[in-house]
């Protein structure tokens, strides 16, 4: 069964490790699988800024984490045709799904995840998790690359936004 063409977009983005200028051919399937995941990413810390002394960087790192797993259902459930570009040099939706997790999120991950768990488990029974984590020496560290790697997930998601026909819900 072909799934009829709705439009064609282009666009540029820079992820940092993919800066690109593209054509996107958006059908049914595309366009709804660019808006599942464009929610994930809209309503979570993912693209909103973690200041100073608020928010867990334990629940930032687990909501992160949890975009590996929606983001491979969204693949197995759309199937190929969501990797699958119109043209060899335009770009899809597992494209950039799969690139978001291994070059953005994966290192950030791996990286960090072990280290705050060593210093969780150091916490004293006298201290908030809060407390304890405010004094972690790499917390302003840590705090700094999530925000670095919120941009690109910003622009990451204006283009799942641009594909799925809504409105920018995301303020920077």
């Given at each position: 069964m072909a799934i009829a063409k709705l439009s064609e977009t282009k666009f540029k983005i820079n992820l940092g490790f993919l800066e690109l200028e593209t054509t996107w051919e958006?059908?049914?399937?595309?366009?709804?699988?660019?808006?599942?995941?464009?929610?994930e990413l809209a309503t979570r810390i993912t693209?909103?800024?973690?200041?100073?002394?608020?928010g867990l960087l334990r629940e930032t790192l687990t909501s992160l984490n949890s975009l590996f797993a929606i983001t491979r259902e969204l693949l197995k459930r759309y199937g190929p045709q969501i990797a699958t570009?119109?043209?060899?040099?335009?770009?899809t939706l597992g494209h950039l799904a799969v690139n978001i997790l291994n070059k953005i999120l994966r290192p950030v991950l791996a990286k960090w995840h072990p280290l705050l768990l060593d210093w969780e488990q150091k916490k004293p029974i006298d201290k908030?998790?809060?407390?304890?984590?405010?004094?972690w020496e790499y917390n302003a560290e840590l705090r700094a690359k999530l925000n670095e790697i919120r941009v690109q997930m910003i622009e990451y998601a204006n283009v799942l936004g641009i594909v799925s026909g809504?409105?920018?819900l995301i303020e920077n």
């Open positions: 958006i059908d049914e399937l595309q366009k709804k699988a660019a808006w599942e995941m464009y929610v693209t909103a800024e973690l200041k100073e002394n608020e570009p119109a043209n060899p040099k335009d770009t908030t998790t809060i407390q304890h984590e405010l004094e809504v409105a920018n």
